[in-house]
């Protein structure tokens, strides 16, 4: 973007025209062509989490998030109650389309209406969510509802700076990585340095072909084995 300046000559932002604050996320589904995402409603999706992370044996996909293991499913209920109650935040189930099982739940976050940002966070997959056509696509789904239905400007994803997987998968989805924040949080009683990550709305058009190039059935053989990684593919934007 070019600099512009004010009538006393100093720099200022580039002018964004029309804008106006934009709306929170409906608690509405989205439905792609691996998976289905569902607004979390702890009655109906609270034990086919609960069965889908249990196959974490040793607690591995809890290690960075703010909150779990659970010892029992009273206590996964409880805290999947109070997710979906939070009114600071927007929760989905994602259900695999080829079993109907609920696998994992996603938030938006940090929801900034007059600046049109927010973010994508408590990613919560199941084992057998993870490294997946319906994970990947799942993300997918979250970010077009952002960009192309509320036309959001920014979308955040922000992990725990030693979370090698999550920073991962960030840079594969073709967020550009910003900067740590310091000693940003205390979490589980650990200090938390926060790696932060965006797309913008002028980065999303190319993201999103990439993700459709990638999403095609053309581009995986018939063991569902892909032929170009999506890394590959968002790298190049």
Same mark, same amino acid.
């Given at each position: 973007?070019?600099?512009?300046?004010?009538?006393?000559?100093?720099?200022?932002?580039?002018?964004v025209?029309g804008?106006?604050?934009?709306?929170?996320? &409906?608690?509405t589904p989205? *439905?792609?062509?691996?998976?289905?995402?569902?607004? #979390?409603?702890?009655? @109906?999706?609270?034990? +086919? /989490?609960w069965?889908?992370?249990?196959a974490?044996?040793?607690?591995?996909?809890?290690t960075?998030?703010p909150?779990?293991?659970?010892?029992?499913f009273?206590?996964?209920?409880?805290?999947?109650?109070?997710?979906a109650?939070?009114?600071?935040?927007?929760?989905?189930?994602?259900?695999d389309?080829?079993?109907?099982?609920?696998?994992g739940?996603?938030?938006?976050?940090?929801?900034?209406?007059?600046?049109?940002?927010?973010e994508?966070?408590?990613?919560?997959?199941? &084992?057998?969510?993870?490294? *997946?056509?319906?994970?990947?696509?799942?993300?997918? #789904?979250?970010?077009? @509802?952002?960009?192309? +239905? /509320?036309g959001?400007?920014?979308?955040?994803?922000?992990?725990?700076?030693?979370?090698?997987?999550?920073?991962?998968?960030?840079?594969?989805?073709?967020?550009r990585?910003?900067?740590?924040?310091?000693q940003a949080?205390?979490?589980?009683?650990?200090?938390?340095?926060?790696?932060?990550?965006?797309?913008?709305?002028?980065?999303?058009?190319?993201?999103?072909?990439?993700?459709?190039?990638?999403?095609?059935?053309?581009?995986?053989?018939?063991?569902?084995?892909?032929?170009?990684?999506?890394?590959?593919?968002?790298?190049?934007?």
């Amino acid at each position: 973007m070019s600099e512009h300046f004010n009538d006393l000559g100093q720099p200022i932002g580039f002018p964004v025209a029309g804008w106006t604050p934009r709306q929170k996320p &409906p608690l509405t589904p989205m *439905t792609g062509r691996y998976c289905r995402l569902e607004p #979390l409603d702890p009655e @109906r999706h609270a034990a +086919e /989490l609960w069965a889908a992370f249990s196959a974490d044996r040793d607690g591995r996909m809890w290690t960075y998030l703010p909150t779990g293991p659970y010892a029992t499913f009273d206590g996964y209920h409880a805290a999947a109650k109070a997710m979906a109650a939070a009114a600071s935040r927007v929760t989905h189930t994602i259900i695999d389309a080829r079993g109907g099982k609920a696998l994992g739940t996603a938030s938006y976050l940090n929801i900034n209406l007059t600046a049109g940002s927010i973010e994508v966070g408590a990613i919560t997959y199941s &084992p057998a969510l993870q490294k *997946t056509q319906a994970g990947s696509e799942a993300m997918f #789904l979250m970010m077009r @509802r952002v960009f192309d +239905e /509320l036309g959001y400007r920014r979308y955040e994803w922000k992990c725990n700076s030693l979370n090698a997987p999550s920073r991962s998968a960030a840079l594969r989805y073709g967020f550009r990585f910003e900067g740590i924040f310091r000693q940003a949080d205390v979490v589980k009683g650990h200090n938390r340095d926060t790696a932060w990550f965006s797309i913008t709305d002028g980065e999303w058009p190319a993201i999103k072909a990439a993700f459709e190039r990638w999403l095609d059935p053309a581009n995986f053989d018939a063991e569902g084995r892909q032929r170009l990684r999506l890394s590959e593919l968002t790298r190049a934007t």
